[in-house]
């Protein structure tokens, strides 16, 4: 098994203190060099390099904190010119380092490079990871430092291959550095990089472990030939910037199950009417079976299998060489036939799953293959089948969730030079195979070729998928042999992490060495267990255990539209996500990291699209309401992007903002690499999820996000103290809405027109203003709710990027009128062609795929966070837990719980958790909350839904105490205590 430590960033009061996250770490690393295999370029080169460095550690006592400082230039991944981040010439791989010590992978980055929110210059950095290590290093023996390098030689001309570290003690005169005593292998010959897996120019990794030195990362190990001294290589030419998120999670996933798959046997022929037969599957199908005149009646079936058995009848039906297949067969065959045939001269058999009561081989094609025996026929012959000294075992791999991460297999072989087939995919073929190449178009599958005896191997670059196909095995597999290493953005320290749903086989690798934080030593992020929630409706509790699996275990350095095919960070998916993400942790790294970046003019494919922009000022308002002081600093940094990104420059005297198609931006000068700004308008996608929508100058749609996001920068400006900035975006989102009210809006229809003068009228027309606070008068909301529920009683006119739009719009009108509430959450848990629930149940998934079907996107991915909108829907509408003040010194808590008769959540935020519970039962709402220290909530709460509205007028009691009418308030449908709930445990509830 490959040995995992889960890695721990390490901050606080140090003897030798290293800069804080988000600060320069030149100075800090001034003792150590850049290195290299000496032969960078040209014949000889090679693109994997592994390095390593033995030493010996002092004795005495065992190191207060042991901290690696780390870095490695990331590919590109592009043909020159390249930009410096971002774009489709990103770093799209990861493991420009793969770090071992003493034989246990403890960390893999950087990662894409960082933009520094306290550099008013706006340079790029070089990300740098600084790693705990201290439970790995073995005081006053032999240590081992070894690294796995990735660099693609391609793209040398780009970026020079480099690699940095630097271990510290604290409190111990002890450092070692990169320089050249440390040893350098040219490894392509042991991973044999070969083509691509997809747009991202992952290479097919070939393994050799014929020439693999298996004790290479370990003390004392000699690692075979081919090691010389490292080379100096030239410095970084780029500021070294301490990274703002902790290390990457690694974690090590148990396979789920381990499938024998023989090969897919051929059919027998048909065969029917007699003492031996086989039929086909199909819906009418029956095999007839029937003894010959004057052979009596059936008295045994002495062979029967629905599945795949193989052989064929012999001797005219009085003997077979039939067998079953153990991966496919009916454990209840053999007493189905004989339950419908012995003791008759005739009979049928269906060949179908009915009668047998299971299906043994899920969307394989199956036969069913039967010898009877008559009262008066001869005896059975037997024949038996050969086995050969040469087999081979062929198994699906079922992982039982979406996996980040890569295969580790432990396997023996008789002899040298046996090859075995990897593939790795998200989803099955129809015949149970691992489908490859996958829908997005990416193909996993390597060619490994095995020693002879015991080995473990593993990919070095990640992957996304659920499944695995391992051909041609020497020897039989376990469950024991098969595992996945697992690399996630650091959400959470939780010990618990198999609490999440869908991943019950990740072992938390921390519970056994630590993460070396103590009191005086805390994390950046001081993370506590992930968010959980139980209702009383089980199907919304898989909906949001579903979510909130994806934004978990899907997420890297950046939140990216999904790192199964592009690994771009997209800005529509990258705040979901991160709303996803905040929603189940307080760590904000990932999401600092990807707001920074998403204000740059080059910063993914989609620059150029108007919604995108947009958006980007509702990330930074969520970045601050988490953070507080770090979310201010990127604002404060970026407020001029933040208003120019409002696109308010574009509205006109008519009061709507008016923006031709593909307009220029008119506010970004191009990048060095004469990238020009303009912008369309995505609406939703695939196209096909429009609803019609018919585009034009005054879009509904692109006036809607402007609405949200004058009055996102608005709020930034007034938590920044730029007063005149706070009062001029705010008067531009309210008038800019009451023009869209007036201008947009049909009340013959009550919905929004596609623009003005546009005679359509798509769901996308009203979600969005709905979304974003544009429909705030009772009766347009009474009539738009009733527009967007009746256009879509069987199934969703958007995408499942866009539900988050048009539930939030529906949560939004719910504050007022009720029934948009319950709208929302039957789509939240409906069973339907657009829903969650058919995403696990038709398609198997464990994270959000991109669409709601393959028909709707055929390349779509299986782990894409854009569609995971009940993971923060459900805590910020449903419970009605929201952030209102920076740092979550105040919030508000509105439930919407329609029909639930209990709900219970534990929310993790910046300063502690709030622990809520909800009940309702005939007139009664009853919450029950822990509010943290430092904290206050505004608490309001909607009638029962359970209530009679003609029972008398609501009482609110706090403590077991009525308040009196001075000390409550009407807000829309809801009753509030008009005083701040502080710091501590209240039971409020509400009696109608």
């Known amino acids: 098994m490959l040995a995992i430590a889960m890695a721990a960033l390490t901050v606080g009061q140090r003897a030798d203190p290293l800069p804080l996250p988000g600060e320069q770490l030149a100075a800090h690393l001034a003792g150590a060099s850049s290195i290299w295999h000496p032969v960078s370029e040209g014949q000889g080169a090679s693109n994997f390099v592994w390095l390593r460095k033995n030493f010996t550690l002092p004795g005495g006592p065992e190191p207060t904190v042991g901290t690696v400082t780390v870095t490695a230039t990331q590919s590109p991944l592009c043909r020159p010119p390249c930009e410096p981040h971002g774009g489709t010439s990103a770093p799209k791989l990861l493991g420009a380092y793969k770090l071992f010590i003493n034989g246990v992978l403890v960390g893999m980055g950087p990662g894409r490079n960082l933009e520094s929110a306290s550099d008013p210059a706006g340079t790029i950095s070089q990300a740098v990871d600084v790693i705990d290590v201290t439970r790995v ?18 793209y040398r001309t780009v970026v020079a291959p480099r690699f940095l570290l630097q271990l510290d003690l604290s409190g111990a005169p002890f450092t070692i550095v990169t320089d050249t005593s440390w040893e350098a292998l040219a490894a392509d010959h042991i991973h044999n990089p070969q083509g691509s897996t997809g747009s991202y120019a992952q290479p097919h990794e070939n393994l050799d472990a014929t020439v693999y030195p298996a004790d290479w990362d370990v003390p004392g190990g000699d690692g075979g030939s081919g090691w010389v001294a490292a080379a100096l290589q030239p410095d970084f030419n780029i500021p070294l910037l301490r990274k703002t998120a902790e290390p990457l999670a690694l974690l090590y996933r148990q396979a789920a199950a381990v499938i024998e798959m023989s090969p897919q046997p051929t059919p027998p022929p048909p065969t029917s009417g007699g003492l031996c037969g086989t039929v086909q599957e199909a819906e009418a199908a029956e095999l007839s079976l029937a003894c010959r005149a004057g052979s009596g009646l059936i008295k045994q079936v002495a062979f029967a ?86 087999q081979t075992y062929n198994y699906l791999i079922d992982f039982g969730s979406e996996v980040q991460g890569g295969i580790n297999l432990t396997v023996a072989s008789p002899r040298s030079g046996v090859a075995i087939t990897i593939k790795l995919g998200e989803s099955l073929n ?49 469950v024991a042999d098969v595992g996945a290493w697992v690399v996630r953005a650091p959400l959470t320290n939780d010990l618990a992490t198999r609490d999440l749903v869908g991943d019950p086989h990740s072992t938390p690798f921390q519970t056994l060495f630590g993460s070396g934080h103590t009191a005086s030593n805390p994390p950046l992020w001081p993370v506590t267990k992930l968010a959980v929630i139980q209702s009383s409706d089980s199907t919304l509790n898989l909906v949001f255990n579903l979510t909130r699996y994806t934004v978990v275990t899907v997420g890297l350095d950046l939140n990216t539209d999904s790192n199964t095919r592009q690994r771009d960070l997209c800005h529509i998916d990258a705040y979901i996500a991160a709303l996803g993400q905040w929603s189940v942790s307080n760590a904000s790294g990932v999401q600092y990291s990807t707001a920074a970046d998403a204000l740059q003019p080059d910063s993914n494919i989609w620059a150029s699209s108007a919604d995108f922009k947009m958006v980007t ?30 696109l308010s420059h574009f509205i006109q005297p008519s009061g709507l903002l008016l923006k031709p198609k593909n307009a220029p931006c008119g506010f970004i000068t191009p990048t060095p690499q004469g990238l020009a700004c303009s912008l369309s308008n995505l609406i939703d996608w695939p196209s096909s999820t429009r609803d019609g929508y018919v585009d034009s100058p005054t879009s509904a749609v692109i006036n809607a996000y402007a609405v949200g996001a004058t009055e996102a920068v608005g709020n930034i400006a007034g938590w920044l103290n730029q007063t005149s900035d706070a009062e001029h975006f705010a008067n531009i989102s309210t008038s800019l809405a009451n023009h869209m009210r007036s201008q947009l809006y049909d009340p013959s229809i009550g919905a929004f027109s596609d623009g003005l003068g546009i005679n359509h009228s798509s769901v996308h027309a009203s979600l969005f203003p709905a979304a974003n606070g544009v429909v705030n008068v009772l009766s347009m909301q009474e009539a738009v709710t009733s527009f967007l529920n009746n256009t879509q009683t069987s199934q969703l006119k958007c995408s499942c990027m866009a539900a988050f739009w048009l539930l939030q719009g529906l949560y939004k009108m719910g504050l007022d009128y009720a029934p948009a509430a319950d709208v929302a959450y039957r789509f939240l848990a409906a069973d339907s062609p657009t829903s969650w629930v058919r995403m696990m149940r038709e398609f198997n998934a464990t994270a959000t795929m991109e669409a709601w079907s393959p028909s709707e996107k055929p390349n779509l991915s299986f782990s894409h966070p854009w569609c995971a909108a009940p993971n923060s829907i459900i805590p910020r509408w449903i419970l009605g837990v929201r952030p209102r003040s920076p740092a979550w010194a105040t919030f508000d808590v509105y439930p919407q719980i329609s029909g639930l008769e209990f709900v219970h959540a534990a929310l993790p935020v910046a300063r502690g958790t ?79």
Request: hydrophobic share 35%; charged share 15%; net charge neutral.
């Open 617 to 646: 000022p509702l990330l930074v308002q969520e970045m601050i309401l988490a953070t507080g002081e770090p979310g201010l600093k990127i604002a404060a940094k970026y407020f001029q992007q933040l208003k120019d990104f409002t």
């Open 430 to 478: 129809p015949d149970g195979t691992v489908k490859v190449p996958m829908y997005t178009g990416n193909t996993f599958e390597d060619t490994w070729t095995l020693r002879e005896g015991n080995q473990t191997l593993f990919q070095h670059e990640y992957m996304e998928f659920r499944w695995g196909e391992i051909t041609g095995l020497p020897q039989p597999l376990s």
């Open 305 to 390: 299998s629905w599945g795949t058995p193989s052989g064929t009848c012999e001797d005219g039906g009085l003997a077979d060489n039939f067998t079953t297949a153990s991966a496919c067969n009916a454990p209840t065959s053999t007493a189905v036939v004989a339950k419908l045939c012995v003791g008759k001269n005739r009979c049928t058999v269906p060949a179908n799953n009915a009668p047998f009561g299971v299906d043994p081989c899920h969307k394989v094609h199956k036969w069913l293959s039967v010898r009877i025996v008559c009262s008066n026929a001869p005896s059975h012959v037997s024949l038996t089948q050969t086995i050969t000294a040469n």
């Open 137 to 154: 290093l073995r005081t006053g023996q032999p240590n081992m430092i070894a690294v796995q390098c990735y660099n693609a030689l391609a």
């Open 914 to 992: 709030i622990d809520l519970t909800l009940t309702q039962q005939l007139a009664k709402m009853s919450l029950n909350l822990t509010v943290p220290n430092g904290s206050s909530a505004s608490v309001c709460l909607p009638a029962s839904a359970y209530a009679d509205p003609t029972h008398g007028p609501a009482q609110f009691f706090v403590n077991g105490t009525m308040l009196p009418s001075a000390e409550i308030e009407t807000r829309g449908r809801f009753l509030c205590g008009i005083k701040p709930f502080g710091a501590g445990v209240w039971t409020v509830y509400r009696i109608n």
